[in-house]
């Protein structure tokens, strides 16, 4: 049975040498002999290895979870399409998309002033209602241009025509909740469209400053399609400070150049940027990627940063710090650090007295991060410290 060049079968007339003539036989192409019953055999428990079946009753899916995991997703209720929201496997009514809430809290404003950041609400969105839980003013724009170019605008004056500017609420008194009636339509016109909404928010109590929560209600209509790999996650400061906040003494400010500042107090405490909520949280996807900022010191530096010029404290309470060189005055220092031990990642609160800290325990901090900060402490005088272009990138 030698030079065989294609499998075949038959059956065997009698039974001889123990061999069941009431099987098939196949002679593989280097002519062994092997059932069919055998070879069935091997098939299904390989493919029994490949997968669990997670499905369950009648009409369910199967979607893929974390980096690809099978999962079941029950079946969606009559009448319902099966969608994409923000990137989730969604059922929907008839093909149109959920309501949805945004809310977002802003650092502390002083009396007076405003904040500015981007909403991810959707390319193009309903507004179905506006709210806030103190006296604001909530201005909602179709671009950032438009955002910038109407920093300078008070509460007091009317807005121009055609100038970018979806709805304008304000309260002086008690929380803010506009219901949009008619409802309003916005459209991100960026040159490349996205699924931010460009939000500036002013504090009108007249002597209170307070952290402003935004609650925005809406029903996406279009929403642009999610970028491949993990994104970065930045801050670039081009229309204020992006959530970021001071911890322990001083204040935070924007400069509409397109920094953030921190100005100390000087009593005595180390101050830093606290990392506003989108660099928090579940980051594993980020391991061995990178960390990168820009600090400029308008005070004359006297020594690196302690405990350390980037912290990450995880839910976990496992603190790790990296250090860098000492900024330059009046000039922007760039620093780089790589979330992986091929930075100088230390183990505790010291920095200086800790040990280097290893790969698990800086996988574990990425694992779920509770506070990111940026040192903003030079010198023993009073501080006045710039950030700018803080971008964590995955590999």
Known sequence: MSGLTTNFS???PVESD?????????????????SIDALLKVHADAIATKMANPMTSLGD????????????K?????????????????WAGSGVLPRMTTTVTLPVIQPGASDRLAFELARTTHLLSVGTDSPAEVRIYD??????ADISRSTTTPPLAGMGLVCQNT?????????QDPVTTCANLDSTPSNMAWVSVRNTDPSVAKAIT???VHQPHEVAPPTTGT????????IGMDGWSVANDGTTSWNPGGWGTMDDWNVGLTTYFNAPAKFLGNKSAYFGGTITFDIRVRTAPAYNADPGILTLIGTNGVQISVNGTIPTLNAWTTYLFNLSTSADWRFGSAFAGDRVATNTEIQSVLADIAVMKICTEYTTAIDHTDIDNVIMHAL
């Open 10 to 12: 038959f059956y065997l």
């Open 61 to 72: 899916l199967i979607v893929g979870g974390t980096a690809g995991t099978p999962g079941r």
């Open 74 to 90: 029950a079946a969606g209720a009559d009448g319902q399409v099966f969608t994409m929201v923000a990137g989730v496997p969604t």
């Open 171 to 179: 309260t002086t008194s008690g929380k803010l909740i506009i219901q």
């Open 231 to 238: 994104p970065d996650i930045s801050s670039t400061f081009d």
């Open 18 to 34: 123990g061999i069941d003539n009431n099987q098939v036989w196949a002679a593989a192409i280097n002519g062994n002999f092997t």
């Open 143 to 148: 671009s950032q241009a438009a955002c910038l």
């Open 214 to 216: 935004v609650t925005i």
